[in-house]
């Protein structure tokens, strides 16, 4: 489903584009005519609607844009809550893995060492996926301006 919600979207990031470049082209035909008097009244105002009805298409666009942008969003903050559940899971069994070398006679203090290290780095990366987590939250947080 994310992956085709990612094809959508770029897809959607394209017509967006497209759609300003048509409304920059349309804007400058229907001001020369106006500026120029190149074309009769009617033809100003023909320009005028098709400047307008390409605004309304590009903001159909921009919303759907931004719908598919905030389902994108939230798999990935699903996504994101389940791996940071599953490092606090991993967090606690390599803790009680350093612990328990730490305590048992006979256990070298190289592997107790080195069971702290790995301890260590699996809480660096938690903190990582934490961060990415919360950037996930505050960007569904955001209202939805259709402006990007």
């Not at 939230?74 to 389940?82: F, K, M, W, Y």
Request: charged content about 30%.
């Amino acid at each position: 489903m994310r992956a085709t919600l990612r094809i959508n979207l770029a897809t959607a990031d394209r017509l967006v584009a497209e759609g300003e470049r048509m409304i920059v082209r349309h804007r400058a035909i229907a001001e020369a005519l106006e500026n120029e008097a190149h074309g009769s009244s009617e033809t100003i105002l023909r320009a005028r609607n098709v400047l307008t009805s390409i605004e309304v298409l590009q903001a159909r666009r921009i919303a759907n844009r931004d719908q598919l942008r905030r389902a994108t969003l939230q798999i990935d903050l699903a996504s994101a809550e389940r791996v940071v559940a599953e490092g606090e899971r991993t967090i606690a069994r390599q803790r009680d893995i350093a612990e328990a070398l730490g305590n048992e006679a006979g256990v070298s203090s190289g592997a107790s060492v080195r069971a702290w290290n790995v301890f260590n780095s699996i809480e660096a990366l938690h903190s990582r996926q934490i961060a990415n987590r919360e950037q996930l939250r505050r960007l569904l947080a955001e209202p939805q301006n259709g402006n990007e």
